[in-house]
């Protein structure tokens, strides 16, 4: 179970570790960057990380899953199914509000910003800036169930 609950640490701690950054330190720069430097960023990063961020996030809920069935015994079992639901809730919203607009992004032209553009992105940050906060309260709700 050590193995398990290390594992589900790091997977889930570097997930909501890297979507800080983006929220924290990536967007702020990106929006002092040129109209046409913001939005060839803006594509690169919604790409590279919009290939590769489902699998991470669906890794992360298996985990949980996992660590919640064979749990199922101990205190902690409610707060590993609230830390798992939450964590399914975030994959679904993402799924519905924040996908569609990392796509838009991650077609781009690399010339201009369009104010439209622009106005999706700051949407896309503060959708985000919500998901960081429900997946820190899975994790605090995963790492208190485990310790109970």
């Not at 050590?2 to 990536?26: K, M, P, Q, R, W």
């Not at 690169?44 to 660590?67: H, I, K």
């Not at 796509?103 to 992105?121: F, I, V, Y």
Request: contains cysteine.
């Amino acid at each position: 179970m050590l193995i398990l609950d290390i594992a589900t640490i790091f997977c889930v701690g570097l997930l909501i570790g890297n979507e800080f950054a983006v929220s924290a330190f990536v967007n702020p720069v990106l929006w002092k960057l040129d109209d046409s430097e913001q939005a060839s960023a803006i594509r690169l990063f919604a790409a590279r990380l919009g290939s590769a961020m489902p699998f991470w996030y669906v890794l992360c809920f298996v985990l949980l899953v996992v660590e919640t069935v064979l749990r199922h015994r101990e205190s902690g079992f409610f707060l590993l199914v609230t830390a798992s639901v939450i964590w399914a809730a975030v994959i679904v919203l993402t799924l519905l509000f924040l996908v569609p607009i990392n796509n838009r992004m991650a077609r781009l032209a690399s010339g201009s910003l369009a104010e439209q553009s622009r106005g999706e992105h700051k949407r896309w940050d503060k959708l985000h800036r919500i998901r960081v906060l429900a997946l820190s309260g899975a994790l605090i709700c995963f790492l208190v169930a485990i310790r109970l």
